[in-house]
């Protein structure tokens, strides 16, 4: 049984630093498509980093620069450095995985429960 759960969220002031932690449980983050997306109220849920099955990391450009995405294979976690915070990086903060690949595209994703970053 796959499951995701985020912790680290929180309240900051612009400028500032969090880490958000994804621990993965019911499978090894080695060599697994995953990313964080997040979804600001009354906004659709948009995409901010992946991590490739190489360990490759592509970012979306509002967070290119600020933003680390990391995994740990030894404690099977995958993080987000958020650096220099900004007020539009408000939002529900999740980690997924990629359950299905088809035609050089993830089809499903599994998703966290979500975690709340704050900046103002």
């Known amino acids: 049984h796959v499951q995701l759960v985020e912790s680290g969220g929180g309240s900051v002031q612009p400028g500032e630093s969090l880490r958000l932690s994804c621990a993965a449980s019911?499978?090894?983050?080695?060599?697994?498509?995953m990313g964080w997306s997040r979804q600001a109220p009354g906004k659709e849920r948009e995409w901010v980093a992946n991590i490739d099955t190489y360990g490759l990391p592509t970012y979306a450009e509002s967070v290119k620069g600020r933003f680390t995405i990391s995994e740990d294979n030894a404690k099977n976690i995958l993080s987000l450095q958020m650096n220099s915070l900004k007020p539009e990086d408000t939002a529900m903060y999740y980690c997924?995985?990629?359950?299905?690949?088809?035609?050089?595209?993830?089809?499903?994703?599994?998703w966290g429960q979500g975690t709340q970053v704050t900046v103002s």
């Open positions: 019911g499978y090894t983050i080695s060599r697994v498509f």
């Open positions: 997924r995985r990629c359950q299905n690949w088809s035609s050089g595209r993830c089809t499903t994703w599994n």
